[in-house]
């Protein structure tokens, strides 16, 4: 059974860092492109991060600069590390697993990000 556990989101003013986790079961961590989306209300999800197997990075354009995504691949976790917070970036966030274009995605359940003095 596939788990994603997301830990990290909070209640952080402008300009402040998170630093989120996630962790990883019921996979072969190692072979996922794993990524970081969100989900601001009456939103779409966005893509924020993706960070592949092989390690290469890719970011949307808000996020570039503020946001870096790593991983652990001996932890089975991935983490987001948010810098320069702003109020536009309050939303769920949510870590994703996938193997191939083709094959399943796997989603965390959320942790709540708000940006707000």
């Known amino acids: 059974q596939v788990q994603l556990v997301e830990s990290g989101g909070g209640l952080v003013q402008p300009g402040g860092s998170l630093r989120l986790s996630c962790a990883a079961s019921g996979i072969i961590f190692s072979y996922y492109h794993m990524g970081w989306y969100r989900q601001a209300p009456g939103k779409q999800r966005e893509l924020v991060a993706l960070i592949t197997s092989g390690g290469s990075t890719n970011y949307v354009d808000s996020a570039k600069g503020r946001f870096t995504i790593s991983r652990d691949n001996a932890k089975n976790a991935v983490y987001l590390q948010m810098n320069s917070l702003k109020p536009e970036d309050t939303a769920v966030y949510y870590c994703?697993?996938?193997?191939?274009?083709?094959?399943?995605?796997?989603w965390g359940q959320g942790t709540q990000v708000t940006v707000s003095s």
């Open positions: 994703s697993a996938r193997r191939t274009s083709a094959g399943p995605t796997y």
